[in-house]
């Protein structure tokens, strides 16, 4: 099993539609999730992050943490085209330090 | 967010030459700073993990003397790939981990990145 799993997609959702993004992972003493957003060609921008069980907005971001079920998921409401990138999910891994595991990435596409 | 530069932007380089990146910090104290690798369509791969004032911890199958690591400030660290070969040509990228602000937990931020090509 792989540390961090995404679907790769690619994920299309029509413009003003609510895209939902999902990642599970198989450390169970993580703590820290993050969802970077990842144009062609460019490094990876943080979106968000989230440590607590349940939900936490920021804007048209929406993070949702099940530690139980070791699910984090991403929604993004009312999809725009400039959205469309790869979302990369990434989880801390506790070893003699704190280290992030990137997920393989989704790919979004947001239809005009 | 944070700014984090990474210099240079792109390079390109001879087989068997080397070829250092320097990555900063440039509004906050990052006393962990991370190295990724990424090749097209994949994702980041994590190359090492370089703390201020120690030395880098390698991630495995990451060789520490062809990738050498130096964290000497609490604002820069460079990355240096040394006799640099065709399959070396890469997206690296840099990242600084800062605490955050109102949460018991960090976030972590990246640098541009440096496409190194080499011929």
């Known amino acids: 099993q792989k540390e961090v799993e995404q679907n790769s997609g690619p994920l299309s959702v029509p413009e003003g539609a609510i895209a939902s993004l999902n990642c599970t992972y198989s450390d169970r003493g993580s703590q820290s999730f993050f969802w970077y957003r990842q144009y062609s060609g460019k490094s990876p921008e943080l979106i968000m992050f989230i440590y607590s069980n349940g939900d936490k907005e920021d804007g048209r971001f929406t993070a949702q943490l099940n530690k139980a079920s070791q699910y984090v998921s991403l929604l993004i409401r009312d999809s725009q085209p400039s959205d469309s990138a790869t979302y990369l999910c990434?989880?801390?891994?506790?070893?003699?330090?704190?280290?992030?595991?990137f997920g393989p990435g989704t790919s979004l596409s947001v239809i005009p | 967010g944070a700014v984090v530069s990474q210099h240079p932007s792109w390079v390109i380089c001879k087989s068997g030459t080397s070829v250092k990146i320097e990555c900063r910090s440039l509004d906050f104290q990052a006393t962990t700073m991370f190295w990724y690798r990424q090749f097209p369509k994949q994702s980041l791969m994590l190359m090492a993990t370089s703390n201020e004032g120690s030395k880098a911890t390698y991630e495995q199958g990451v060789e520490k003397d062809k990738f050498l690591i130096n964290h000497a400030s609490l604002t820069l660290s460079t990355l240096t790939v040394t006799s640099a070969h065709p399959e070396d040509s890469s997206f690296y990228i840099c990242s600084a981990r800062r605490r955050a602000r109102t949460e018991p937990s960090y976030e972590q931020y990246f640098g541009p990145g440096t496409r190194l090509t080499v011929t």
């Open positions: 990434a989880v801390n891994k506790r070893t003699s330090y704190d280290k992030v595991i």
